[in-house]
């Protein structure tokens, strides 16, 4: 994608060192500068960091609209990649699974959409990267898995162990068993079948994540897990060296998490719902207890930048406080020490928001008009140069 031309933004108030206040920002070339360029006048806007977003399956609404309805890879990648540019994430981790649940949860689509995903890549708006959510249950699969890994330049990995609440399913919830069943193209049978055979790897599930987490470190991928439910379940994955805490179900969990000096990462739709829709430890109250580092947006990009107002309007933070969970810290839990800040010598990843109507006008990343609307892209459209070479 084109750059867009060397620039200055006045009068707007730019989010620096934890504080909002009245600057300009330049950039060029891909970074943030300290040049006197060609200006932009964003005055009554706010320039902050560029969205990072460590967590978000909402790509497979792209893949998979309906239960039965699939489109291509690239296709679903380009739509994605615009959901993301137009609700200001700057860069995303989509959350692939590696799992026996089949379907597009299945090693074989995973590949498959790495595949599309290395193709894709030049051409795409925001940095897009995968996170693999490993079922720890996968255990003849784990040769492939490392080579997938590196094959594809994957840096992050959560382990996931599902494996109960589907037996559980099978049990209790038949219809709930059926309809995953289907959606991997099984019966209800088959997919009991798969399960067993899963079940009875679990003598072999430690030596294997061992085994997965020396690889890990030998590649220097950064890895944690998912839905720890105990405070003895954090400790395994932690001394495993699994540091990353990504939705805790209850509050032991997280306070263990918290103890050991791990990040925790919590849901944004759960902040702006007011609640976990399965049930879990609200979000919001990890947050007040300072049991949360960072936010993410799960399965619904929007609530990104709809947490970060939910928390403001509910007293529970300043703005600046809470866009840090979704920007500033992300980046840094994921050690991409380049971006989720506006100072010089940092990507120019970063968003124009209108206070008023807390619309996102304005996404740039790595220097690329990634989305534009509403008044600030009147402005920018006064900007002729830039408007001209951003279209080419």
Known sequence: MPQLPALRLTGAKVLRDDKLVEDALSFAAGQITSGNYAEVDLSGYYILPGIVDLHGDGFERHLQPRPNVHFDETTALENADAELAANGVTTAVFAQCWSWLGGRR????????????????????????????????????????????????????????????????RETAPLGFAGYAAEAGRSPRQHATVLEEMLGNSYKVDESLKQIAAALNSMGVRYGSHDDETASARRYFDNLGADICEFPTTLEAAEQAHALGNPILMGAPNIMRGGSQSGNVAAQDLVEAGLCDALVSDYYY???????????????????????????????????????????????????MNPRTRRIEATVSNGQLAALSGEAGIRFAKNTDAISIAAE
């Open 302 to 352: 929007p609530a990104l930048q709809g947490a970060v107002w939910a928390l403001v309007d509910r007293g529970v933070m300043s703005f600046e406080q809470a866009w840090a969970l979704i920007s500033t810290k992300p980046a840094m839990i994921l050690g991409l020490h380049d971006r989720g800040h506006l100072t010089e010598g940092a990507r120019a990843d970063f968003i124009v």
């Open 106 to 169: 299945s090693p074989e689509y995973a590949i498959n959409l790495l595949k599309a995903w290395g193709h894709y890549k030049p051409r795409s708006l925001v940095d897009i990267r995968f996170q693999i959510r490993y079922e720890t249950h996968m255990v003849d699969t784990v040769d492939a898995m490392i080579e997938t890994i590196q094959t594809h330049g994957i840096d992050y990995l959560v382990f996931n162990n599902h494996i109960h609440d589907a037996a559980k399913a």
